[in-house]
């Protein structure tokens, strides 16, 4: 039996359902949202999950902001334990960064975000662990944090269901047409109709759009996260670092269990099927930035080795998000390209998407995130280039 709705989501990581909520909260009608898997299986499942605001593009900027006051206060606006921890963010850099850190700071301060310049004696106050002799700026930020990804999707999805969204997992989408101004989904359990669609299945977004044609301009490639030990433990209260004088640009943080969790904000590796993917970790990448991290912490030099994962990242020719209505496709709507900064983006990007899917307008702009912005040669560019820092 085939069934209606008046609005279906492809896709149930943070984003899917992150919209699925806003959907809902704004008045939409019958929302069903379908996932191949379970919820929080894709990319979210492995994300660091780093909510920080240090962002020059002004879109990225004022949605990261709001977004991190939502994590900040998650109970309160959305409902739900997101496992939010306020730890401060310190970015190392070489000299040639801080004329571009400086001009962020202005910005971020602009939207009531504390940020300082430090000297190293202060940053070790904050991190005794750091060896700072090589840094030629070091820039924090107050507010930044992290949440559970896991429990973040899930508060998203228990919110939306308890306001009348209906999720099918297990239920993968094979087939997408179009019928004028309705759409027929087919999947692995049945027909589902409806006059809206949006495509929201993250590094798989590209095989929806080939269904129908649509060529989504995004690439994907793997990132790899490891989790390493000293003889003592990693203070949870010790701040994030992002690294910009390493090759990778690596990120750390505290994880539970005394251990500090290192990811990387490069390219990565690059790969054709998301589903290829598997968690394996080299072990040349894990002696690779065991050498980095014990450069900037020297105890670390001891360190042991725990876990790692694998996860794919979406990535636009400019490294920002598309999220908005596909030129020339009447109600199908498409969120994808998310990179590295799809979590932290997901409060609000959801709700925009929502409210411009329901002809609402959006309250924080989500003009520049448009698709046609490729064809039409304006890619969004910040104060440090284009990058996992824009
Ligand atoms: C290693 C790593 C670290 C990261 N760290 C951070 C960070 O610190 N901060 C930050 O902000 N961001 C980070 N990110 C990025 C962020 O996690 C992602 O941008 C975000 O989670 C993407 O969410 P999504 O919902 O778009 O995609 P996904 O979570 O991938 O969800 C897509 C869903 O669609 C489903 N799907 C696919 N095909 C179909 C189909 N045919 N039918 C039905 N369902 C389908 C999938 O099963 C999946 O559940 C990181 C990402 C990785 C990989």
Known sequence: MTQTADIIIIGGGVIGCSTAYNLAEHGAGKVILLERGSLCSGGTAKSCAIVRTHYSIPTNLIHAVESLNIFANFNERIGGDVGWRQTGYLIVGPEAHRDPMLAVFQMQNAHGIDTAVLTPEEALEKHPLLHLDDVGVIGYDTQAGYADPYLTTMAYAQRARALGVTIHQDTAVTGLQLHGGYKTVQTTQGLFTSPVVIMAAGPWTHTLGQMIGVQLPYEVSRHKVITLKINQPYQLTWPIVKDLTTPDKIYFRPETG??????????????????????????????????????????????????????????????NPIVGHVPGYDGLYVAVGFSGHGFKLSPTIGESLAQTVLGQPPRLPIADYALSRFSEGRKLSGAYGIGSIS
């Open 258 to 319: 005394g251990v500090v969790l290192v990811g990387t904000g490069d390219h990565g590796d690059p790969i054709v099927d998301p589903d290829s993917l598997t968690d394996h970790v080299e072990l040349d990448h894990v002696s690779r930035i065991d050498a980095l991290i014990s450069h900037r912490m020297p105890l670390f030099a001891e360190a042991h080795y725990v876990a790692g994962w694998s996860g794919p990242y979406d990535i636009t020719p400019d490294w």
